[in-house]
């Protein structure tokens, strides 16, 4: 896909290395790029590095660098598929680095990846990096976790409100760079109780004007609550602000962990600026 040199829509990114004296072991990537489709599409992908010394951050760099380049090298008619075979990539590349190099043995990562053409949304995850959809005022988590505790909260051994503070809070059941590839968790959750076939089948789903799609690591779920996150986003007035006080919320309540945040808006336009919009992407379409 030919990249463009600015999005259709309103983006503020943000990463943090916490207050715990880690290193940031977070990765990010934001891109644009004219869709097969001749709409704009919105990229961004983001992982977390898991391992110790520098292993974390070199997992985490490879997530991305590779899912990035599997997509900007697609022809963007598949996005499920190119996504999929990006997160893969990934894990292999990652999984081989960490059988060639011992100081890096046993690192992996976790990805969640986001594709917005024109007004559908797609996304695909692994581990417990989540996306989030904040509409008219409401917050919904699209991901489920691959962990022990979402294992627990989901057969009903384990309260939700007992999860932060649990002992396995922390234990993947699914990452980048293990032994098998990683099965890509390609379900979108926009009511919250669909089943599997029904939150596959979210994909492409249209988003509206005003709604704000939120990607994060969970440096910033462990540490606040998703009302609060919503509260957070909808007073603020720009995402750029949102996206650092979110940080920074997340800091003071202790910092554990590394902090990165994605927001993506969808702007809402009046008759007039709707027409200059259309204008604006059909001239980033011809470039």
Request: hydrophobic letters at 40%; proline letters at 3%.
């Amino acid at each position: 896909m030919n990249r463009l040199p600015r999005s259709h829509l309103t983006i503020a990114t943000f990463s943090h290395a916490g207050l715990a004296g880690k290193k940031n072991e977070d990765r990010f990537a934001v891109a644009c790029y004219a869709g097969a489709s001749g709409k704009a599409v919105f990229f961004g992908a983001l992982s977390d590095g898991i391992g110790g010394h520098r292993a974390g951050e070199v997992a985490a760099e490879i997530a991305v660098n590779d899912i990035v380049r599997v997509v900007s090298r697609s022809d963007g008619t598949d996005p499920l598929a190119i996504m999929e075979a990006g997160i893969q990539s990934a894990s292999q590349a990652i999984a081989s680095r960490s059988a060639s190099h011992k100081d890096e043995a046993g690192m992996g990562a976790t990805c969640a990846c986001l594709w917005i053409e024109g007004d559908r949304l797609y996304g695909a995850y692994v581990g417990d990096s989540r996306i989030y959809l904040i509409r008219e005022e409401k917050i919904q988590r699209l991901t489920v976790d691959h962990t022990w505790v979402q294992e627990a909260i989901d057969s009903g051994s384990l309260a939700p409100e007992q999860a932060r503070h649990h002992p396995n809070a922390h234990v993947l059941r699914r990452h980048l760079g293990s032994g098998e590839l990683p099965e890509v968790d390609l379900r979108l959750h926009f009511r919250g109780r669909e089943s599997d076939e029904q939150a596959r089948s979210n994909q492409g789903a249209r988003l509206s004007p005003g709604d704000i799609v939120l990607m994060c690591t969970d440096g910033l779920t462990d540490m606040i609550w998703d009302d609060e996150i919503l509260r957070l986003i909808t007073t603020r007035n720009a995402l750029t602000s949102a996206a650092e006080d979110l940080v920074a919320r997340a800091n003071e309540r202790g910092g554990h962990d590394n902090i990165t945040v994605v927001l993506v808006g969808v702007p809402r336009l009046t008759p007039a600026a709707s027409r200059k919009k259309k204008g604006f992407l059909q001239e980033l379409l011809r470039r």
